[in-house]
Structure formats: structure tokens, C-alpha cells
């Protein structure tokens, strides 16, 4: 069984920083896309970062603090977050497109970590 596993979250003072992981397990053949996501309270899941063959992007609120970089060979994707602000408080969920054996066959799907959760507060 392919999965996604985050771990890293957990509460910090503005101004701070966290390092999210999430690695993927199972019958992998290779992994695309890569990329982390948040859900703050009350409201949809957003994009944060993707990375893709070393191209990255990010979204306008996170540029300058946030750096998203993976290790191909671990079958890893991290998340360094600087600065911290109360507004980056939300569940922070992992994905990848992942190239999978299943069922006698290779098949991509995108996949989804549980999310771990991001508290800044002081």
C-alpha cells in the first residue's frame, strides 16, 4: 500500500520556524509532482509550494519564508517554514503524483498525506 506520512507540526511562537516532512512508502516507481497544502479553520484547502523536477512555486503569501525541497532518493518532500505568523495556522497536508505498482500494473495517482497540524500563537 502507497501512503503519505507528514510529521513536523506543532505549535510555535510568531516569528519562529518549522520544518515539515512527508514520506512516501510502498511499491514506488517514480514520483512527479510534490507539494504541500493547508487547511485553516473555517475555511478550503489552499496550495503552498510545489516542486516538480526542481522547478518550484509558491503562493504570494508564503514567498520569501517558505522553501520547499525534496530528496528523490528517500522519496521525500519537505517543508522549512521561517518567520511564522499567526495566519499560517492551518493543517498542512502533503501530496504527490505517484507512479505505483497495483494490482499487476504501474498507475499514477495523486496522492494525499493525513495532514499534520500547524499552530503559531504566542
Known amino acids: 500500500q502507497v501512503q503519505l506520512v507528514e510529521s513536523g507540526g506543532g505549535l510555535v511562537q510568531p516569528g519562529g520556524s518549522l520544518r515539515l516532512s512527508c514520506a512516501a512508502s510502498?511499491?514506488?516507481?517514480?514520483?512527479?509532482?510534490m507539494g504541500w497544502y493547508r487547511q485553516a479553520p473555517g475555511k478550503q484547502r489552499v496550495l503552498v509550494a510545489t516542486?516538480?523536477?526542481?522547478?518550484?512555486h509558491y503562493v504570494d503569501s508564503v514567498k520569501g519564508r517558505f522553501t520547499i525541497s525534496r530528496d528523490n532518493a528517500k522519496n521525500m518532500v519537505y517543508l522549512q517554514m521561517n518567520n511564522l505568523k499567526p495566519e499560517d495556522t492551518a493543517v498542512y497536508s502533503c501530496?504527490?503524483?505517484?507512479?505505483?505498482?497495483?494490482?499487476?500494473?504501474?498507475?499514477?495517482?495523486?496522492?494525499w498525506g493525513q495532514g499534520t497540524l500547524v499552530t503559531v500563537s504566542s
Open positions: 501530496s504527490a503524483e505517484v507512479e505505483h505498482w497495483q494490482d499487476h500494473a504501474y498507475r499514477s495517482d495523486k496522492l
Open positions: 510502498g511499491s514506488i516507481s517514480n514520483i512527479y509532482d
Open positions: 516542486i516538480t523536477a526542481g522547478t518550484t
